[in-house]
């Protein structure tokens, strides 16, 4: 089932975001996966070894590759790292990770972080 | 949303977040906040907590310190709430030289008590204590909602609860029922609080027994249920009068356990065998059962062996997703219980006695496997395997108590509160001023 949808995809010329490099890391992750699925704390590092190398354009690409390939355990995977990732990270933070601006009217953004002042407490710095 | 990411990942990725990382980025945009606070991410968000982990993470812990004069939420590990380990963690090793300071040291941190040293435990931001300091009273709790009740002695007619999240700090109240009994009858509300998965609903039940007037002559109160229940749900956040409902079975207290979509009350039968003084000495004693969904009462047997006796203050309870049976004789030292379990639910004959307790009543259970008992006022850890005790040094009372699991979710996050507490306004005043 995998194999025929990824030679799909490469046959499918419009596609232009897949390239070899993203091809190299999502395929091979079914294998890694079997190997390392006993043992968590590999996984971990495994994790903080692709955040470390992998830009959040790229893994973007990632997650967009995984999700075309309809390939369930990447999309968990990437979707799980990146929810790691942002977990504790400040507002402005996530709105350069996402590539986002703020669309609150004046005062509106405030009063909605003042009413949840607690959900600030401990966020890592930028 | 944005230009990198399509809609179902940003929702794949936000579902796979901790509660307070999605109130804080409600803050990122205008269509975060509307999407982290709709209706079906909050339930998205909930199924995933509930199909991801096997059992629930926390323990929550309500009690009254008497030593510190407080009234504590707090949310412990589901498998170690209490660490042996807990006060050696703040004991400040550089000044203490020999074994036998350190046990004086540790002996004067157990007098303070477990709470007074700020670890293995998340405080929870309970939003009215004045108001409900008095007579606060725990109904239960339900993926991530706590229902409370105010147990007000000087109002017996009505009703004042709470549902509260503390996990996203919401609360509302709930509109009183409406339906009042003359004082005279000395109402007794039973009440019992779960999840209807079927309506996607959250659903207090409010039973009322009367005191009977007319039976004035046999030794202890006697009771009658009304005939009516009274039904609140979220989703239409108003109360419901369910008429003409003739119950059979009597609760014997208000403790309830929601448990695979149904609330339990421990209770008996009214048998009438013409003979209305003698009515209790022919009862068996029953599991009365409501199912959330069907709005409906079931009768479900208890052990054959504990059918007829009657000198057991009986409770139910939750052992392990299994429903639990507790019967507890009274004693001056403690007083004895067992523990029963139904292995298969409803089948009456896989009820099983797992073990005995001689020193002590059943407060609830962690989920590796050791039992919260109380013991003449104290609570103790109880390791059935081992048969060891432990003392976590909590310093209250025992009916103060509550324990239940308790994982952390969003519900209640897009309600709105302000009708609700303003249908109370004689209590405004009490509340603002905590």
């Known amino acids: 089932m995998k194999f025929c949808t990824v030679k799909q995809y490469f046959d499918d010329e419009n596609n232009n ?15 890694k996966h079997l190997k390392i699925k ?53 507002v402005d933070y996530v709105r350069k990770f996402f590539g986002l601006e703020s669309d609150f009217e004046p005062g509106e953004e405030e009063k909605l972080c003042k009413e949840f002042a607690w959900s600030f407490e401990g966020v890592d710095e930028d | 949303m944005s230009d990198y990411f399509p809609d179902e990942i940003i929702v794949e990725i936000f579902s796979r977040l901790p509660v307070k990382s999605l109130i804080r980025f409600r803050c990122v945009t205008k269509t975060w906040c509307s999407l982290i606070s709709s209706h079906d991410f909050i339930k998205m968000h909930l199924n995933r907590s509930l199909s991801s982990t096997k059992n629930p993470p926390f323990l929550i812990f309500r009690h009254y ?29 550089k000044w203490v030289f020999r074994e036998q300071n350190r046990l004086v040291l540790e002996k004067q941190m157990k007098k303070k008590g477990f709470f007074a040293y700020p670890s293995d435990f998340k405080e929870l931001h309970f939003p009215y204590r004045s108001f409900m300091k008095q007579n606060l009273y725990v109904v239960g709790s339900s993926n991530g909602l706590v229902c409370l009740l105010n147990d007000t002695p000087g109002d017996e007619t009505d009703l004042v609860a709470l549902l509260w999240n503390p996990s996203i700090r919401k609360s509302i109240f709930l509109p009183c029922p409406g339906v009042k009994f003359y004082p005279s009858l000395h109402p007794m509300h039973y009440l019992g609080f779960g999840y209807d998965p079927i309506n996607d609903d959250y659903k207090l039940v409010r039973l009322v027994y009367l005191y009977d007037l007319f039976d004035q002559y046999s030794d202890g109160k006697k009771y009658f249920p009304v005939s009516d229940f009274q039904i609140y749900t979220l989703r239409t956040g108003a109360w419901r009068t ?20 149904s609330i339990h009350w421990f209770g008996h039968t009214r048998e009438h065998n013409g003979d209305f003084h003698n009515a209790n000495s022919a009862s068996r004693n029953v599991i009365l059962s409501f199912d959330i969904g069907d709005e409906d009462f079931h009768e479900m047997a208890v052990p054959k062996s504990l059918e007829e006796v009657h000198r057991f203050n009986m409770k139910v309870a939750v052992l392990d997703g299994l429903l639990a049976l507790v019967p507890y004789r009274d004693q001056a030292f403690g007083g004895f219980c067992s523990v029963w379990v139904m292995k298969e639910y409803g089948v009456a004959e896989t009820w099983t006695k797992l073990f005995n307790i001689n020193f002590g009543n059943v407060l609830g259970f962690t989920m590796n496997g050791e039992v919260l008992v109380t013991k003449s006022g104290k609570l103790r850890i109880y390791d059935p395997n081992s048969q060891r005790t432990l003392n976590p040094h909590i310093h209250a009372q025992p009916e103060s108590f509550y324990f239940d699991t308790y994982m952390e979710s969003l519900v209640l996050l897009n309600v709105e509160d302000g009708v609700e507490e303003s249908l109370i306004p004689q209590f405004e005043s009490l509340f603002y001023g905590h």
């Not at chain 2, 209490?82 to 963690?89: M, R």
């Open chain 2, 242 to 261: 369910i008429t003409g409902h003739s119950c059979q079975i009597i609760a014997d207290q208000s403790f309830s356990v929601f448990l695979n979509g």
């Open chain 1, 38 to 90: 006993a043992n968590n704390k590999e996984m971990e590092q495994y994790e903080q070894e692709l955040l470390r190398n992998v830009m959040p354009q790229e893994l973007t690409k990632l997650i967009l590759a995984a999700n075309y390939l309809n390939f369930k355990e990447a999309l968990d995977f990437f979707c799980r790292t990146v929810a790691n990732a942002i977990q504790n990270k400040s």
């Open chain 1, 17 to 31: 975001n897949v390239t070899n490099g993203i091809a190299t890391t999502v395929i091979p992750l079914p294998n």
């Open chain 2, 65 to 93: 310190d008497d030593k510190m004069e407080k009234e504590w939420f707090t949310l412990l590990s589901s498998n170690d709430p209490f660490p042996q380990n807990h006060f050696s963690k703040h004991l400040d090793c």
